[in-house]
């Protein structure tokens, strides 16, 4: 028997070549195809040579597939991952090839042994051949085991996230829930201090004043003064503050709790991340007269706070200006005011 042979010659840590023609390391393959690997044994090397160029072959064909699965992968992505999720189905498929392989090997290597004494060349056999098969299998399921880990961490983070997602739905749900229900009792405040105001009138016969109909009143008393002041000769501007500053020493009793309040419920909206809804609700809830009384209260030093709100939220987009005092007063505020248009696209649509 002419065993399979590959030979090396060279020059390894300072030693000298074995051929005096060539100082440096020589490589030297021979590979003697006519020598069987065992004896009796049709396979030789020439087989074994072309199983590598076949598997080479494969290889660079599979590569050049790119991005496109290889043969196999569907069947075996459906041990690893099924779409039912049992990969118990999988894997007990597995176990029982693998059992009738390891069984029928030794049926059959056991059913050809005619001697006693090729028992022990058969256990060599069975030692050499099914013990890697059963290692490799081994490694096989190493890998499944690591690949199935990583799915199962897909899938948990993508879980998390949907939660931490639910989660904060859930929260930003909740917090509008607080937001509307605070909102609609500071709503329901405002009108019990309007229905509370009232004036009581001297004269029996003209009778008491309550509600919204007391920002009339307040309207016509304020109109007076204005063209009392305006008569001596000042700007509009300063005619305004000046009656309103009477007005008011007159009837900050009944007004500035409505003020102070109206002014914390504007503040409460600007504060919340959904604005324009709630503020339309807001400006619903106020009468023409209201509204009126509003606009004067913001020309003077203690409304300009209101001022800047009602120009950022079109507070008086309601008010009929022919209620006003002048028709060039309503040139006293920005066009914001009046018109919902004007106003910047987050305050509208925030």
């Known amino acids: 028997m002419r065993p399979l042979s590959i030979a090396f010659w060279g020059i390894a840590n300072g030693r000298q070549s074995r051929s005096p023609s060539h100082p440096q390391t020589i490589l030297r393959l021979s590979i003697l195809a006519d020598t069987s690997l065992f004896e009796g044994n049709a396979m030789n090397g020439w087989v074994i040579f072309w199983l590598a160029i076949i598997a080479f072959v494969a290889l660079v064909w599979a590569n050049s597939r790119g991005t496109q699965r290889w043969p196999g992968f569907d069947g075996f992505q459906a041990i690893v991952a099924p779409k039912a999720g049992d990969s118990a189905h999988g894997f007990y498929k597995i176990l029982v090839v693998s059992v009738l392989i390891v069984a029928g090997t030794f049926i059959f290597g056991y059913a050809k042994l005619d001697k006693a004494e090729t028992l022990a060349w058969f256990g060599d056999f069975v030692g050499g051949v099914i013990g890697p098969v059963l290692t490799f299998l081994t490694f096989v399921g190493l890998l499944v085991t690591i690949i199935l880990q990583q799915n199962a961490n897909r899938e948990a983070r993508a879980e998390a996230a949907k939660a931490e997602q639910a989660f904060e739905k859930q929260l930003s749900s909740q917090k509008r829930e607080s937001f509307e229900s605070t909102f609609f009792q500071m ?26 109909d007391c920002f009339k009143f307040f309207s016509q008393i304020l109109r007076a003064k204005f063209e009392q002041d305006k008569e001596l000769g000042l700007t509009d501007r300063d005619a305004i503050r000046i009656a309103y500053s009477a007005f008011w020493i007159e009837w900050q009793q009944d007004l500035g709790h409505y003020f102070r309040y109206l002014y ?12 324009a809804r709630y503020m339309k609700l807001l400006r619903a809830q106020l009468s023409d007269f209201e509204l009126v009384i509003m606009f004067y209260n913001c020309q003077t030093e203690q409304g300009a706070k209101l001022g800047k709100y009602a120009e950022q939220y ?37």
């Open 187 to 212: 709503l329901t405040l405002h009108n019990t201090i309007v229905t509370s105001i009232d004036i009581r009138r001297s004269d029996i016969k003209l009778g008491d004043i309550k509600g919204r």
């Open 264 to 275: 914390n419920v504007i503040r409460f909206i600007d504060e919340a991340n959904v604005r």
């Open 314 to 350: 079109a507070m008086f987009d309601n008010l009929p200006k022919h209620l006003l005092y002048s028709p060039t007063h309503a040139g006293l505020m920005h066009g914001s005011a009046f018109d919902e248009t004007l106003l910047p696209q987050q305050a509208v649509y925030g």
